[in-house]
């Protein structure tokens, strides 16, 4: 596609369920981002891939969040047993590169809500 | 971990008047990147500044990088109704990209 796409656009869960969530970044693009963003926020760093690995996963809020990224390409962000405070948008975006000031697109986001 | 502080956190201007928007940190940045966002949408890149003393222009915008890397400012010439938005500003440090929390700017006709 032209651009990064998620999905779904929206999700509403109840208190205890799983969810994953999706990315497709822009094709060719080997750096791929996930951020969360809290309501009227800045964006929250989750973790990044390069490739398919992920060199820094300290930006994971607690254990019940985990992704990965196969093929080079498209990615799921899993949380488990979400909680009410999970409540966000998340964001993902895609560069080139990680290096800095690669130019980073992103997705519309997902936006997630706990009851 | 760099922070990144953004002001003011609010700002509502009516339409043809001039604003400005600041990011600092206590950090020096590699290099910083501003973004817009709109409602519903990601962020938008608008603009990296990467050279102590920078200022770069895009049609009404003016960006400024602070001399010693650890401040930039974003001023809107004549803003028009379709400046609203979020803007943030952003940095990174080996691939873990940092943002402020925003500007949130309102411009009414």
Same mark, same amino acid.
């Given at each position: 596609?032209?651009?990064?796409?998620?999905? %779904?656009?929206?999700?509403?869960?109840?208190?205890?369920?799983?969810?994953?969530?999706?990315?497709? %970044?822009?094709? @060719?693009?080997?750096?791929?981002?996930?951020?969360?963003? *809290?309501? @009227?926020? @800045?964006?929250?760093?989750?973790?990044?891939?390069?490739?398919?690995?992920? %060199?820094?996963? =300290?930006?994971? %809020? *607690?254990?019940?969040? =985990?992704?990965?990224?196969?093929?080079?390409?498209? =990615?799921?962000?899993?949380?488990?047993?979400?909680?009410?405070?999970? =409540?966000?948008?998340?964001?993902?975006? *895609?560069?080139?590169?990680?290096?800095?000031?690669?130019?980073?697109?992103? @997705?519309?986001?997902?936006?997630?809500?706990?009851? | 971990?760099?922070?990144?502080?953004?002001?003011?956190?609010?700002? #509502?201007?009516?339409?043809? !008047?001039?604003?400005?928007?600041?990011?600092? #940190?206590?950090?020096?940045?590699?290099?910083?990147?501003?973004?817009?966002? !709109?409602? $519903? !949408? $990601?962020?938008?890149?608008?603009?990296?500044?990467?050279? /102590?003393?920078?200022?770069?222009?895009?049609?009404? &915008?003016?960006?400024?990088?602070?001399?010693?890397?650890?401040?930039?400012? &974003?001023?809107?010439?004549?803003?028009?109704? $379709?400046?609203?938005? &979020?803007?943030?500003?952003?940095?990174?440090?080996?691939?873990?990209?940092?943002? /402020?929390?925003?500007?949130?700017?309102?411009?009414?006709?």
């Amino acid at each position: 596609g032209a651009g990064v796409s998620q999905s %779904p656009s929206n999700k509403v869960t109840e208190k205890g369920k799983d969810v994953e969530l999706r990315c497709d %970044p822009i094709s @060719g693009h080997t750096a791929l981002y996930w951020y969360r963003q *809290s309501l @009227g926020q @800045g964006l929250e760093f989750l973790i990044y891939f390069q490739g398919n690995s992920a %060199p820094d996963k =300290s930006g994971l %809020p *607690s254990d019940r969040f =985990s992704a990965e990224r196969t093929g080079g390409s498209v =990615s799921t962000l899993t949380i488990q047993r979400t909680q009410q405070e999970d =409540s966000a948008v998340y964001l993902c975006a *895609s560069s080139l590169s990680p290096t800095g000031g690669d130019t980073q697109y992103f @997705g519309p986001g997902t936006r997630l809500t706990v009851l | 971990t760099q922070l990144l502080e953004q002001s003011p956190q609010f700002l #509502s201007i009516q339409e043809g !008047e001039n604003l400005t928007v600041y990011c600092n #940190s206590s950090s020096v940045f590699s290099s910083l990147q501003w973004y817009r966002q !709109e409602p $519903g !949408e $990601g962020p938008v890149l608008l603009v990296t500044v990467v050279t /102590g003393g920078e200022v770069k222009k895009l049609k009404r &915008l003016t960006f400024q990088f602070g001399d010693a890397r650890k401040d930039s400012s &974003l001023h809107i010439t004549a803003a028009q109704p $379709g400046d609203t938005g &979020l803007y943030l500003c952003s940095s990174d440090s080996w691939g873990k990209f940092q943002f /402020g929390a925003g500007t949130q700017v309102v411009v009414t006709p």
